[in-house]
């Protein structure tokens, strides 16, 4: 499980709580996920467009889970209801089996244990 913070988290917690290695952080996720598509990784994410991209651009379809649903409080201030109708109709278009869209923390904390 690779965990990767925001270019602009000046924390690594995952690091820091042995969740996940540190890694540069510096590289963009966009270029990672470029070079790296796997299909025995778990791309995890609040609502990044990096992990939207894979599947618009080169039509992806590797294992995400968004955690826009599942989080208390609004991922984006500006925009937030609008961002998350974006969403939606993401989700709605581009579902598959590979991505999951938790409704709470429990919920994901279940599909992680499935996962595993």
Do not use: W
């Not at 890694?23 to 791309?43: G, I, Q, W």
């Not at 889970?65 to 984006?76: D, R």
């Amino acid at each position: 499980l690779y965990i990767k913070p925001h270019p602009r988290n000046t924390i690594h917690r995952p690091f820091a709580y042995g969740l996940s290695p540190r890694k540069a952080d510096s590289v963009p996720f966009e270029l990672m996920l470029l070079n790296n598509v796997r299909d025995d990784t778990v791309y995890i994410t609040v609502d990044s467009g990096s992990l939207i991209s894979p599947r618009i651009i080169f039509e992806e379809d590797v294992l995400t889970i968004l955690l826009y649903k599942a989080i208390t409080g609004k991922s984006h201030i500006h925009g937030a209801n609008e961002f998350s109708d974006y969403m939606d109709k993401f989700v709605e278009q581009y579902k598959s089996p590979q991505l999951l869209i938790p409704g709470s923390l429990e919920e994901y904390r279940c599909i992680l244990l499935h996962l595993k």
